[in-house]
């Protein structure tokens, strides 16, 4: 079993920074990537960034030229900076980790943590 452990995050007004973090612990051999999802009150969950092994990053739409994902591989920890936030992008947001497994390919998730932007 992988455990995700999320910090950061909380209330602030539009336009401000904020830098969630998310450091994985127990089985976390074979990890092939890490990322952030978010999801709205009545709304699908989506991708927010995810970063692979080799460095291949994917931005979702909503968080192209605002938001900066990063990783330390050797602490099996993830960073999302988060720049220019906007009310919309009050959710929660949920560390996720992908490992590859005897059983194939297998996902975690952390617990999630609010983020409220405020206009």
């Known amino acids: 079993q992988v455990q995700l452990v999320q910090s950061g995050g909380g209330l602030v007004q539009a336009g401000e920074s904020l830098r969630l973090s998310c450091e994985a612990s127990g089985s976390t051999f074979g990890v092939t990537a890490m990322g952030w999802f978010r999801q709205a009150p009545g709304k699908q969950r989506e991708l927010v960034a995810i970063?692979?092994?080799?460095?291949?990053?994917t931005v979702g739409e909503s968080a192209k030229g605002r938001f900066a994902i990063s990783r330390d591989i050797a602490k099996n920890t993830v960073y999302l900076q988060m720049n220019g936030l906007k009310v919309g992008d009050s959710a929660v947001y949920y560390c996720y980790i992908q490992r590859s497994t005897s059983h194939g390919l297998q996902s975690s998730w952390g617990q999630g943590t609010q983020v409220t932007v405020d206009s």
């Open positions: 970063q692979s092994n080799n460095g291949e990053t």
